[in-house]
């Protein structure tokens, strides 16, 4: 196989450890809450007229894959779930009693660990339960990522029976001994009848996620893993690159480092991912995604209308964002919240009847023009800094100094700027992140909280 190889001049970028930028600032800027009042305040502040999302996280697994970077644990019995519920229905609960109000929730989406660690019966109580208290809106996208490795026909009923409408299945790769190396066996089998069975129950719109750097990973089975994946015709995929930091996720010991590539490797993967699926009709869409000509991801990517959040690319417009359940990050005008990450912290707090708040950002107007510019990158691969200064009341200049750090990289052909537009090549969209901080004011960061550029 013959991919264009990683330019001499971009391995230093690519080796960059950098945020994702899925905010601004990032969540390692986060300070320790102190009480729940302000975030109380932030939450009675949203008007009437604003959609509302919620994210919700579910901290566990049926089985631990030793790449695995999420806020998850293994369970054994399901009454330590169980108990989970209970207490996760309070916070729903609290969240939707502490609100102002509102135009009614646009997007619920269920991350994790995997929330088909959840019962069919609970999960289904956990959607109808939110989709009363939040008032969903006609129309709404309700997304769950699911581990299609241990989903049961059950659980696609009761998927189907919520009125789930997308579903993220987690595939990473079909090679066998990658699956071996990473313990998650999911036969390509397996995920083809989870896809069939899916559309069945009546779930509209399924996305697949890929990964390339895993160990013993190489352009050709990535390209053999991606060209499987698409004869499934899911209506996205995202590629993620995998990040080994053994320090912050011990599991990781697990995978051994000389079965990883190194820079120049885990870019071939990439690009053997990226020929494969645009070869196959996808649409590239800002960093990682890929979706099919008519999905409303690239229709919004299109239009200008493409956003950046936790969660990823996506076309939820609503400024608001309620988080529940441990780790999960919330957004208001105001700033940030982030909710306790250990399951025991955040159902004391639940319990007691107060939000289960660890960490919140009050954002300054600075923030959020920073933030603007780095979305219209990782969005578009192009920005009118001085258009966005002056839409946020700021004078043309104001980021003149990190356009200057933008023109640095010019030589190396990561960018090109002209007065105040920047524009990132197509071939360098893997390298965005580079760019994308410049506008970063936090930076630098301790190398060990963000993965590499590539």
């Not at 309070?90 to 991350?111: M, R, S, Y």
């Not at 993220?168 to 190396?181: E, H, I, M, N, R």
């Not at 990883?260 to 990682?288: C, T």
Request: proline share 6%; glycine share 8%.
């Amino acid at each position: 196989m013959s991919f264009r190889p990683l330019p001499a001049a971009w391995r230093p970028h690519a080796e960059r450890n950098l945020p994702r930028y899925t905010s601004y600032p990032t969540a390692v800027a986060f300070e320790t809450a102190v009480g729940e009042w302000e975030a109380r305040d932030w939450l009675a502040a949203t008007r009437a007229d604003q959609a509302i999302s919620a994210y919700v996280h579910v901290p566990f697994c049926k089985r631990l894959c030793w790449y695995c970077g999420c806020n998850t644990s293994v369970f054994h019995e399901y009454d330590r779930v169980r108990a989970f519920f209970q207490t996760l229905m309070l916070e729903v609960d609290l969240w939707a009693d502490a609100i102002g109000p509102h135009a009614g929730a646009a997007h619920l989406h269920f991350g994790g660990g995997s929330p088909n660690a959840l019962s069919p019966d609970d999960f289904r109580k956990l959607v109808r339960h939110m989709t009363a208290r939040f008032a969903l809106r006609p129309g709404a996208e309700i997304a769950a990522e699911l581990d299609p490795g241990l989903l049961s026909e059950a659980f696609i009923d009761a998927v189907g029976e919520a009125g789930v409408t997308r579903v993220s299945l987690g595939v990473q790769t079909f090679d066998p001994v990658v699956q071996a190396k990473v313990n998650r066996i999911q036969p390509f089998e397996m995920v083809a009848a989870a896809n069939e069975r899916l559309r069945k129950s009546g779930v509209s719109a399924i996305n697949f996620d890929l990964m390339y750097g895993l160990p013993g990973q190489t352009p050709e089975n990535v390209a053999a893993s991606t060209e499987a994946a698409v004869t499934l015709r899911p209506d996205r995929v995202a590629v993620f690159g995998y990040a080994h930091v053994p320090w912050m996720k011990k599991h990781q010991v697990m995978i051994k480092e000389a079965d990883l590539a190194d820079g120049d490797g885990r870019w071939a993967q990439a690009e053997a991912a990226d020929e494969a699926l645009r070869a196959a009709g996808y649409v590239r869409i800002g960093l990682d995604h890929y979706a099919l000509p008519d999905d409303p991801l690239t229709i919004a990517a299109a239009s200008g209308r493409l956003r950046r959040n936790f969660q990823g690319y996506t076309d939820d417009p609503a400024p608001v964002l309620v988080p529940i359940g441990p780790s999960s990050i919330g957004r208001f005008a105001e700033g940030f919240v982030q909710n306790a990450a250990a399951t025991h912290d955040w159902g004391r707090k639940v319990e007691a009847g107060r939000l289960p708040l660890a960490r919140r950002l009050a954002v300054t107007a600075e923030d959020d023009l920073r933030a603007a510019v780095i979305e219209r990158l990782m969005c578009d691969l192009a920005v009118d800094v001085g258009e966005v200064c002056r839409a946020h009341g700021f004078a043309d200049a104001t980021l003149d100094g990190s356009i200057v750090a933008a023109g640095r990289l010019q030589a190396d052909g990561l960018c090109v700027v002209a007065g105040r537009t920047i524009r990132i090549p197509a071939e360098a969209h893997r390298v965005m992140r580079v760019v994308a901080a410049c506008f970063d004011a936090r930076l630098p960061i301790a190398k060990s909280r963000h993965a590499r550029a590539v």
